[in-house]
């Protein structure tokens, strides 16, 4: 079980909603994930087409945790901001801290998250910081208190998998709180990866929506989460140089 | 009255004057939808009789798809 804050899940997968072909697929992907959190942005409205449809008005949200992420945001105020437009929504209390530091790699500002994680957690905020594989901000992070860390395995959308397994592990060693592999997943191998290191988690999104069958694509990710979570659990065994045979040496007679 | 919704100057008919009459004029009163005037977040208990005013500015934001 995932646990988050208050918050218990029996799924350790967290699906982003953004850029599926249209919604009845994305519904439909959303169900063969078995994701229990999604993630939203926080948007102005067009109030001129109030009859465009929302995926929240087409789903169960109570069947959901909806974690909205503050992407957007440049400065920690800029992501308080939005978190509290999130909250004042009646539907949330927990948020992703994105507060983006590099236009091109879309890499974290490490500074300005450290900032709105801590003013977040002073206003009763369930906090999720999506952060770089920073060993020693991840500690920071979990020094405030916040209820998860989630580093990005590569930058977000890039589908580049675990750049740097080396500190996702220090990070995952080192953690008093659930982490949550977060950006950079492009298929099931990383994911199943990212569980094996010992991860709690793992949040994706345009894996699965980008997928040339983004349904099929959700139900691999749920699989993998799970075989990777089992593997960890079962713990692997260590890498040998050599081979060690598997059939036994004794009775060899019958060859020699 | 014109105010300032989204980053659009709009023209209000004068019987638009709460936060809630404002949603039904858009339509979006059934809408999940958040209301901020000058930068203050509207609960939702006070639509009915938070006062909309001349050069407010007002973001009406919602949720969308992201990660």
Do not use: W
Request: one cysteine or more; a negative charge; proline letters at 5%.
């Amino acid at each position: 079980m995932l646990q988050i804050g208050p918050y218990t899940f029996h799924s350790r997968l967290l699906l982003g909603t953004g850029k599926y072909p249209n919604i009845d697929i994305q519904k439909e992907a959303v169900e063969a994930s078995g994701a229990q959190i999604l993630t939203f942005a926080v948007r102005r409205m067009n109030i001129f087409a109030s009859d465009q449809p929302n995926f929240l008005e087409k789903i169960d949200i109570t069947k959901y945790k909806l974690l909205p992420n503050t992407a957007g945001a440049k400065t920690a105020e800029e992501a308080v901001r939005i978190a509290r437009l999130a909250k004042a929504s009646g539907l949330c209390d927990m948020v992703k801290v994105e507060v983006i530091g590099c236009d091109q790699t879309l890499l974290p500002d490490p500074v300005e998250t450290l900032k709105a994680t801590e003013m977040l957690l002073e206003e009763g905020f369930i906090v999720l910081p999506y952060t770089s594989d920073d060993v020693v901000l991840a500690k920071r992070l979990q020094q405030l208190g916040c209820h998860a860390i989630m580093p990005g395995a590569s930058p977000i959308g890039s589908g580049q998998g675990i750049v740097n397994p080396l500190n996702i592990q220090f990070i995952i060693e080192q953690a008093t709180v659930p982490v949550i592999i977060d950006a950079g997943i492009g298929g099931p191998a990383d994911a199943a990866l990212a569980m094996e290191l010992g991860a709690d988690g793992v949040l994706l999104n345009t894996a699965v929506a980008c997928a040339k069958d983004p349904v099929k694509m959700a139900k691999a990710m749920k699989l993998a989460i799970e075989a990777g979570r089992l593997g960890y659990e079962a713990g692997r065994i260590p890498k040998k140089r050599y081979a060690t045979a598997s059939s036994p040496m004794e009775g060899m007679s019958v060859v020699s | 009255m014109r105010c300032i919704i989204n980053g659009e100057t709009i023209h209000l008919p004068s019987h638009v004057s709460t936060v809630a009459q404002l949603l039904h004029h858009f339509h979006i009163h059934k809408k999940i939808a958040i209301v901020e005037i000058n930068m203050h977040i509207v609960p939702k208990e006070d639509y009915e009789h938070t006062a909309i005013a001349d050069g407010d500015r007002i973001e009406i934001v919602h949720f969308v798809g992201g990660g």
